[in-house]
C-alpha cells in the first residue's frame, strides 16, 4: 500500500513524505526545493515530485493521500470555546460559528488541484484528512517504535482550533484524553513574546531558548500571561496571542502581542544589540513554558509516566529542547522520543503514518531522517564543471581521513553527504562542521557565515562510544531532540558546543545509520582525543539548508567559508 503524507495545512511547512507497505521511503520539505524558507503559503509540489521519483512511484500508483487537517464539527467544542474566547473579534467569532471549515474548504481545493497537477487524480486516490493534533501525534506515537502503553503529548501554535494535546497509544491505537483550543495557545504565548524580543515566529523560538541561559527568571513575574490551575489553562489575550484590534501594529504590521504589554514591559525590541531587560524576558517566558507544560503533563499523564515511563511529544513546542530536558528529568520518565521533525512539515509523516494504520498497514519505527535527496560523487563535479564560477576541485582518496585533517587545523567545512535530512536539525549530511575543541572555531564559523545570530549555540555531534560519558545519562538522543549537562571533566575538552549554562544539544552519532559520519568523527578523535565534533546546518542565515550541490555551491561562494566536502570531492577556495 502506498500512501502520500502532505502538510502545509495551516499556511507553512508544506512538505511530502511517502509510505510504501508501512515503510517510511522518501520524505522532504518545500522549502528546500525552491530555496523559500518554511514555503509560506505553498504546497509540496516539489517535494511530492521529488519523492515518487525518488521510489520509483507511478502518480497512480498511490493509493492514500492524507492531509492533517480536518473539518471540525459544530458540537465539538472547539468551536464554541474559540467563539467564546475572540468575543472581543466578533467577525473571527461569528465565523467560527457560521463557517468554521473556511480553511478547511479552501485546503482542500488546493490539495485536490496538487493531485491533479502531478496526475495522482484526485478523483481516484482516497483522501484521507486527518486532525491536525492527531496527525501530531501519530507522527510521535508509531514513529516511536513503542511497544507499550505510552503517554503522548502534542504542543504547538495551532492547527485547526486545538493547541495542545494530551493522550495515550495503546496497541497501535491513540486515544485523546484532553485537548486546548485557541487562544489558549502555549505555543503562542511563547511566539507572541518572541515578536516581542524581536526575532520571528517559526525561527525566533530557538533565539528566546538560546538566550534564556543568560538571563534572570525571576526578575520579573510573567505569571500575568497565563491562568494555570495545573489542570487547565487560559491565556491572557489581552496581553498575548492577540488578535485583530487588539495587535500591537509597527509599520503597518500586527503583533500577536498588545500595547498593554508594551506598556508592561516596554517597547519591542529592535536590533540584535540591546540585551538589558530582554534576556530577562526570555529567561521568564522560557520558565512560564516550562512550569506550565510540566505541570499539565504531570496532572494529565502522571498515571502513565508511573505505569510505563514512555512519552512521545511532537508539536512545534517539541523542538524546545529545554523543556524537554525537563520531561526526561521527571520523576519515573525512562524514555522520551521527539519527533524530529516536530513541527508542522513532521506532519506529512504523521498524517500517512494515522491513514496507513487505520487501514491496516502499520508502520515501521523511525530509523533515521535520512530521506531526502542524494547525489553521486559525478553528479557533484558535475555541477562544479557547470557552475558560473571556476571551481577548484579534486579528488579525495580518504575524506574522512582527510577532512579530519582540515578540521584539526583550526577550520570550519562545509560537508554535504549522502541524503538531506528531514527536519530542522542538520544531522551530519548538509553541515557545517568545526573542531569543538579549538577555541573560537565557534566564532570562526559565525564570522564565515555571516550574521549568524550569537544567541544560537552550537551544537555537538558525539560517537555512540562516549556519549553516555559526555552526557551523564544513557538516554538516546540520535536527533538534537534534547539538551543534556555536560560532565564537568568534558567542559574544558571540547568548550566551542557547552551552551552558557553547561548543557549541550547532543546528536549521538552510531555507525549503522551514518557511517561516514561516523568515520570523520572516529578519525577526529585519532587526532584530538575527543569523538565530537561541532554541527551546524549548512545555509546562511534566513535560508533554507542546502539540498543539491549547486545549492551547496551557491552557499559556499556566499559565504567566506574555505572548505567543502562534496561526497568524494574537495573545494578550495585560492
Ligand atoms: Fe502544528
New binding site residues.
Partial sequence: MIVLGLSG??SHDASAALYIDGKLVAAAEEERFIRDKHAKGKMAYEATRFCLEYAGVKPEQIDIVAF?YAQISLTSPARWHYAKRYWYAPDRAIMALLNGNRRYDSNYREVMKLLDDLDIGSSRVKFVPVE??L??ASSAYHLSGFKEKCAII?I????EYATTFFGYGENGKIHKIKEFYDPDSL?GMYGSLTEFLGFEILDGEFKVMGMAPYGDPNRFDFSRLIDCDGKNFKINTQLVNCLGMRRYKEKGKGYYFSQKLIDWLGPKRQGDEIDDPYIDYAASIQQLLETTALSLIEHYLGDIIKDTGKLCFA??VALNVKLNQRIIDLPGVKELFVQPAA??AG?AIGAASFASEQAGVPVEKLQHVYLGPSYTTDECIQACEQYEQKVNWSRMTNVPVETAKILDYGNPVAWFQGRMEFGPRALGNRSILGSPSHRGVADRINAQIKYRERWRPFCPSILDTVAADILQTDHPSPYMTFTFDVAEHWKQRIPEVVHEDGTARAQIVNKNTNARYYSLIEEMEKLSGNAVILNTSLNRRGEPMVCSPTDALNMFYGSDLEYLVMEDILIKKP
Fill in positions: 495545512a495551516v492533517p491536525h493534533h496527525a501530531h502534542g504547538d501554535g495551532k492547527g505555543g508539536g512545534g513541527s508542522d506532519t
